[in-house]
Each structure stands twice: as structure tokens, then as C-alpha cells.
């Protein structure tokens, strides 16, 4: 299998409430919720990059189509990383998440590679890690 992921799909509670965090929050582009008119079919999808999406979808729905039990959301099951150009860009990004109502739940700090980095949670409790990695590049 050739490794490349084009969807990312969050589990949300509430998907208008998730919409409105990544997009009114984050600044996040969308063309709002989708498929409302199928059951278990509202999605919203958010263009990330060239060729990734992340799609936010109601857990129930997830959970429907998957044939997956309910469970309760486990935030440390991955995490989602975010690779920005300076430890003052990782910074403006995490106050940004935290005004838009993100749990803050590690303040950026310095790390032990020579980075710089914090994690918050969504209003899902989704983890993020807003990193600056003076290895890697910027995309």
C-alpha cells in the first residue's frame, strides 16, 4: 500500500460547535455541513492541504457507518501535529486555540530535540501539538 492519507476524520459531538471552533476559531476554511439530508450523513469538510482533508463527523454517524460500539473519546490515542516556521508562530497559534475555547494542556515550552512546542485539546478534547522543529522545513 502506497502510504498517503487524503482524510482525516474527527469524531465530534457537536458538529456545528466543531465547525465553528476550526473555522471562526482557527480561521479554518469550509463550505459548512454537508449531506444533512441523508441519515447519519452531515459531514463538514476543512481543505488542509493540497490533497488532505480533515472532515469533522457526529461520533453517532461515525459510529453507525463503521458498525463500531460507541466509546468514550480516549485524547490520547494520537495526536494531530501541526509544524509551523517559530517558536513565536507556536506561540500566536496556541492563544489563538485557547480564545477560541482549546484546553491548553501543555504550555509551549522548550523541548529536548532544540524545538519548541505545546498541545491543546478541542472542545472534542482532540489533541493537537503546535511544533516548531528546527530540523524540519516548513511545507
Do not use: R
Amino acid at each position: 500500500m502506497h502510504a498517503y492519507l487524503s482524510v482525516l476524520t474527527l469524531a465530534v459531538h457537536d458538529l456545528q460547535a466543531a465547525l465553528e471552533f476550526y473555522c471562526q476559531g482557527l480561521g479554518f476554511k469550509s463550505e459548512e455541513i454537508i449531506g444533512q439530508e441523508f441519515e447519519n450523513g452531515a459531514v463538514a469538510f476543512i481543505e488542509l492541504q493540497s490533497g488532505l482533508k480533515l472532515a469533522l463527523w457526529p461520533q453517532q454517524s461515525l459510529s453507525q457507518d463503521s458498525g463500531l460500539a460507541l466509546t468514550p473519546f480516549c485524547p490520547t490515542g494520537f495526536s494531530l501535529g501541526h509544524n509551523v516556521g517559530s517558536a513565536t508562530e507556536v506561540d500566536a497559534i496556541m492563544a489563538l486555540a485557547k480564545k477560541a475555547g482549546a484546553t491548553i494542556t501543555k504550555t509551549a515550552q522548550a523541548t529536548f530535540y532544540g524545538g519548541y512546542a505545546g498541545y491543546f485539546q478541542d472542545p472534542d478534547g482532540h489533541l493537537w501539538e503546535i511544533v516548531w522543529n528546527p530540523c524540519w522545513k516548513q511545507s
